[in-house]
């Protein structure tokens, strides 16, 4: 039997479990099988006694407790600070798994950027955790990431943005890789900018050219990164590599080392596409935001950046192509903030 409809939807055990035993993060409601009808069971804010939770735990085993689609926000925000709950939702679309992981790994990103300490690191690496078992089960599952970008920049955002790009670009390049490489990909991504929270923050919102002073510590972020991953005991090659040469070009113009092409890891080579391309979709305080085709196609025009990877990266989101226009997800990202504060 199955109610669910545009104006209620069911919650299994798992989920149910989840919850605060007495205090339910939201309204709970009961289908009466005798009369075919729901009725409130719990309001928010109330204290369920022993006997009405075992009383829940056997009406949600038999199918019959439901949630009202008007709370579905307060449930997406219970879910995006536990993240492993989206994958046992079986009622929940690609697109809403895709947001619900990307607004939480960008939180999770933004606490361990405030405070770089190993919980935070915990919290973050586990919910990236969540992200590659959904894709492992299905690398499809990567089209509604690649469809939901931030086209504003923070820290937290430009991470998860380039997570995104790279770990589709990495998958158009490898169609045979096992659940550790993805694993290793995908955090290395994510982490590759970590070390920019040692650097002064004014640097990154400052209108004017950067000192030269102030350039050089900007562009020590890279082994700020990889020192702030040792610290976390975080030693891969993969992430390493995503950290140091992120800024290096093929030509030798990037930094710090001044690095050239066959020099350059592919990781590296990798990090740097996807870190350019997501900077560049986004407002800079420099630079105005361009439209992710245009960008795909300046990258590929560009010499500094690997061929292979730019002509990949400059079909993505070619017109009429399968990725269509970008959904906002900084109007969400924002609200979720406000409700986190
Ligand atoms: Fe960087
Ligand atoms: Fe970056």
Not at 33 to 50: A, C, H, M, N, T
């Amino acid at each position: 039997m199955s109610i669910n409809n545009e104006d209620y939807f069911q919650i299994n055990s798992e989920i149910l479990t989840s919850f605060h035993k007495y205090r339910p993060p939201l309204d709970l409601y009961v289908f009466r099988e005798d009369i075919g009808v729901l009725e409130p069971f719990y309001r928010k804010g109330g204290r369920l006694s022993e006997a009405q939770v075992a009383e829940l735990a056997e009406i949600c085993e038999n199918g019959n407790l439901f949630v009202a689609h008007s709370d579905k926000h307060i449930y997406q925000e219970y879910m995006i600070r536990q993240l492993d709950l989206v994958l046992l939702d079986p009622n929940m679309t690609e697109g809403e798994i895709a947001e619900l992981c990307i607004l939480g790994v960008a939180a999770r990103y933004a606490s361990f950027y405030d405070q770089p300490v190993p919980d935070m690191m915990q919290f973050l690496y586990h919910d990236v955790m969540v992200i590659t078992e959904y894709l492992w089960s299905d690398k499809h599952h990567m089209v509604p990431f690649m469809r939901r970008l931030f086209r504003k920049s923070d820290p937290a955002r430009h991470a998860v943005n380039t997570m995104i790009v790279g770990t589709w670009l990495w998958m158009q390049m490898n169609h045979e890789y096992n659940r550790k490489e993805l694993d290793r990909i995908m955090l290395a991504l994510v982490l590759h900018d970590a070390g920019m929270c040692k650097v002064p923050q004014f640097y990154l919102t400052k209108k004017g050219r950067l000192t030269q002073d102030e350039w050089d510590k900007m562009t020590m972020h890279t082994v700020a990164s990889v020192k702030l991953m040792q610290k976390s005991d975080l030693k891969f090659d993969e992430l390493i590599r995503a950290c140091f040469e992120h800024h290096e070009r093929l030509d030798g113009s990037g930094y710090p080392q001044h690095t050239r092409a066959g020099q350059i890891s592919v990781m590296g080579r990798l990090t740097a596409l996807a870190d350019s391309f997501s900077a560049m979709i986004c407002d800079r305080p420099y630079a105005k935001a361009k439209e992710p085709d245009q960008v795909g196609k300046e990258l590929f025009e560009d010499n500094r950046y690997d061929k292979t990877m730019s002509s990949i990266l400059s079909t993505a989101y070619v017109p009429g192509g399968p990725l269509g226009t970008l959904i906002d997800m900084d109007a969400k990202y924002e609200a979720f903030k406000k409700s986190d504060a």
